[in-house]
């Protein structure tokens, strides 16, 4: 079992009307685990990159350059910003589970997380959680699409028997199209014999 928490930043905007004027500001702060992204601010006047946390630009009107970037401090922050990091929505989690070859039989370890997605999705009060089934690149296309499909029906079984409501879960699978590891056709490989599970 892995358990992934996809990275994203948040970029923050607030627009002030002065008169005839307009001033946006524009701050790149980090996620929740610290990790920080990068955007690029531009108008027809030109453009800036930011990809340090906590960097700030304003732009006073189309024909004026984004302002270099210049760290804004977290308190200024928190007050221009404190309504939009209010709503802020909780970053999803990601968990993949391995399966036997050629089955839809999680592995033990993989048997073993259980509990753990279910404490996950009790303490988020969840219900969007997406079940993506998946295969290794050997046999036929088709019989592995079936065989994805077969892998995240098991996942949903499983959840729903421990108290998941089945109209929370939303069932795909790929096949053998999204490898988690890339490899040539027919190459067995236990990490691509997976499900992922979203919690959002």
């Known amino acids: 079992m892995r358990k992934m928490r996809f990275t994203s930043f948040l970029f923050l905007l607030v627009i002030g009307f002065g008169g005839c004027s307009s001033k946006h500001i524009i701050v790149l702060v980090p996620d929740s685990d610290g990790s920080t992204g990068r955007i ?20 006073q009107d189309k024909n004026s350059m984004p302002s270099r970037p210049a760290t804004m401090d ?15 929505p909780t970053a999803p989690i990601h968990f993949l ?14 048997l073993s997380v259980l509990p753990e997605i279910i404490e996950t999705i009790t303490n988020r009060n969840s219900v969007d959680i997406s079940i ?6 050997t046999g036929d296309k088709n019989y592995n699409l079936k065989l994805s499909t077969r892998r995240a029906e098991s996942v949903s ?13 939303e069932i795909s699978s790929h ?25 959002r």
């Open 175 to 199: 096949g053998k199209e999204n490898p988690l590891i890339r490899t040539e056709d027919n190459v067995s490989e236990f990490r691509n014999r997976r499900v992922e599970i979203v919690v």
């Open 132 to 137: 993506i089934g998946h295969t290794d690149t």
């Open 157 to 169: 079984r499983l959840l729903i028997e421990r108290g998941i409501k089945s109209e929370y879960l």
């Open 74 to 88: 977290k308190d200024k922050i928190n007050a221009i910003f404190a309504e939009a990091l209010a709503i802020q």
């Open 40 to 59: 690029v601010v531009s108008n027809q006047a030109g453009s800036v990159e930011i990809d340090t946390p906590y960097q700030a630009t304003n732009i």
């Open 97 to 110: 589970l391995y399966f036997e070859n050629d089955m839809a039989t999680l592995n033990t370890g993989s």
